[in-house]
Structures are given as structure tokens and as C-alpha cells.
């Protein structure tokens, strides 16, 4: 997660984070991760949940996420694997 958090603190204004995490990562419940204390002065733009076979050979549940560090335009939209 350091790498996470790195990345957030570093964004320029306007700037965009493009990531591939684990779907755990947005999810998570109760606990506060590292990213989500940056989150508030950042606009979470986009979370994709791609289907869990999305690796070759793998079992995985990935999330595409996209961060923008700029005012909130938008509504967060997200795609879930039945395309909902």
C-alpha cells in the first residue's frame, strides 16, 4: 500500500492515477487504508470490476481504478462484472 499512498501524494492538481488493485482494496469495510486518507481532496473518477479470470491461469478480482486530483466534476461511475 505504500506504493498506493505514494502515488496519491505525489499526483499533480488535475493530474490522473490509473491503477490495478485488488477489488478488497475499495471495498474494504470499516478500516481506514492509506489511500482513503488521501481520497477526500481527490475525486475517485472511475472503478472497473473486471472478471476474476482476467489473468491467464490466474483467480484474481481485480479493480481498474482512476483517481483525478482536481474538484469533483461527477458522480463516481462503476462497472461491475455483469456489466452493471
Known amino acids: 500500500m505504500l506504493f498506493f499512498e505514494k502515488s496519491l501524494k505525489l499526483l499533480e492538481w488535475n493530474g490522473r ?7 478488497k482494496i475499495p471495498v474494504c469495510g470499516n478500516r481506514q487504508t492509506p489511500e482513503e486518507k488521501c481520497l477526500p481532496k481527490m475525486w ?3 472503478i472497473e470490476f473486471l472478471n476474476e479470470d482476467a489473468f491467464s491461469g490466474l483467480i484474481t478480482y481485480p ?4 483517481i ?3 474538484d469533483f466534476s461527477a ?5 461491475y462484472r455483469d456489466g452493471g
Open 63 to 66: 479493480t481498474i481504478t482512476i
Open 68 to 70: 483525478e486530483n482536481s
Open 17 to 23: 492515477l490509473y491503477s490495478i488493485t485488488p477489488e
Open 44 to 46: 475517485v473518477k472511475e
Open 75 to 79: 458522480d463516481t461511475l462503476v462497472t
